[in-house]
């Protein structure tokens, strides 16, 4: 019976359900089993809240789909509020399969491709605050930009793409964990010393240093999911809205460039989160007809079966 009614709740999950109820299983179970790594006390807390989470996911599954309400907003963007948590735990998950990150090997292909370490070198020879101001802008602009994607396709009518953006996004944040998990790599931001200097003194650096004091998980450098996930913003809004994707194509730009600049990424960081981007995308529109066959079968099998 409990198989039955699981079903029948999944028989109305989309895509994006079933990407962030894959990834909260996958993750939880990596969790209970190699958590004891990182202490007891963070192994319950981690292991509660994937169960918890588990639950609200499977709770929201079950919900019909509505077109331009609040209600049916929140029920395509749900699992964005957890992805911050999602992000934060990774700290602790880089830590289950490793007790060091894989700096040295991403310093020396960065070498190999740039003949220097470009996040060191970049900002010393382009020393201008309003250049350093910026990118830093545009590296906090990050923290918005898909929120005011989604909600600009959705208040223009186009939920064909906003429910691609939400789905498509979804792997592709859940993709670049999944590297971070089993391949940490720490980045410049703890291997280089921070911009000193005047380019310090300016607003955008001093807001996106703060924030990173402890908003950041060490490990989750490669690649660069800023990038990834601002890419794939143009790759979806192309389709769908070319208005929203001529807006985002400069901020999109200046924060690829930027994180590179304000030593947050590598110059290798950065291109694997374009190559991810494209790669997952192509990856996750290639997965949702599976997926939506997946959910119609469960259909057909909950309204076969006797009612619980």
């Known amino acids: 019976m409990a198989v039955s009614r699981l079903k029948r709740r999944l028989?109305?999950?989309?895509?994006?359900?079933?990407?962030?109820?894959g990834y909260v299983l996958l993750s939880g179970l990596l969790v209970g089993i190699f958590g004891y790594r990182v202490g007891p006390t963070v192994w319950l807390g981690?292991?509660?809240?994937?169960?918890?989470?588990?639950?609200?996911?499977?709770?929201?599954?079950?919900?019909?789909?509505?077109?331009?309400?609040?209600?049916?907003?929140?029920?395509?963007?749900?699992?964005?509020?957890?992805?911050?948590?999602?992000?934060?735990?990774?700290?602790?998950?880089?830590?289950?399969?490793?007790?060091?990150?894989?700096?040295?090997?991403?310093?020396?292909?960065?070498?190999?491709?740039?003949?220097?370490?470009?996040?060191?070198?970049?900002?010393?020879?382009?020393?201008?605050?309003?250049?350093?101001?910026?990118?830093?802008?545009s590296y906090a602009f990050y923290w918005v930009q898909l929120p005011l994607a989604a909600v600009a396709l959705y208040l223009r009518g186009r939920i064909a793409g906003f429910r691609e953006l939400a789905y498509v996004e979804l792997v592709v944040f859940f993709g670049c964990y999944l590297v971070?998990?089993?391949?940490?790599?720490?980045?410049?931001?703890?291997?280089?010393?921070?911009?000193?200097?005047?380019?310090?003194?300016?607003?955008?650096?001093?807001?996106?240093?703060?924030?990173?004091?402890?908003?950041?998980?060490?490990?989750?450098?490669?690649?660069?999911?800023?990038?990834?996930?601002?890419?794939?913003?143009l790759l979806v809004s192309w389709r769908h809205d070319r208005l929203v994707c001529g807006l985002m194509a400069l901020p999109v730009i200046a924060l690829t460039v930027g994180t590179v600049y304000g030593r947050f990424h590598y110059g290798v960081d950065a291109l694997s989160g374009v190559l991810a981007a494209v790669i997952l995308v192509s990856l996750a529109r290639r997965m949702r007809p599976r997926l939506e066959a997946v959910t119609r079968k469960w259909a057909g099998n909950s309204g076969r079966g006797s009612p619980v």
């Open 11 to 21: 028989a109305k999950a989309q895509p994006a359900d079933l990407v962030f109820l």
């Open 46 to 137: 981690l292991s509660l809240a994937h169960a918890a989470l588990l639950a609200v996911g499977l709770w929201w599954s079950g919900r019909p789909l509505q077109d331009r309400t609040s209600g049916g907003f929140l029920r395509d963007i749900y699992p964005f509020l957890f992805i911050v948590y999602l992000y934060w735990e990774l700290r602790y998950l880089a830590l289950l399969f490793t007790t060091g990150y894989h700096d040295p090997l991403i310093l020396r292909l960065e070498e190999s491709l740039f003949g220097e370490q470009l996040a060191m070198t970049f900002s010393e020879r382009v020393p201008n605050l309003w250049l350093s101001e910026l990118f830093h802008l």
């Open 180 to 233: 971070f998990i089993f391949f940490p790599v720490a980045g410049p931001h703890y291997q280089f010393p921070v911009i000193d200097g005047p380019l310090a003194e300016g607003f955008f650096f001093q807001l996106v240093h703060a924030v990173l004091e402890d908003g950041g998980s060490k490990g989750a450098a490669f690649p660069s999911s800023h990038v990834a996930v601002a890419v794939t913003i």
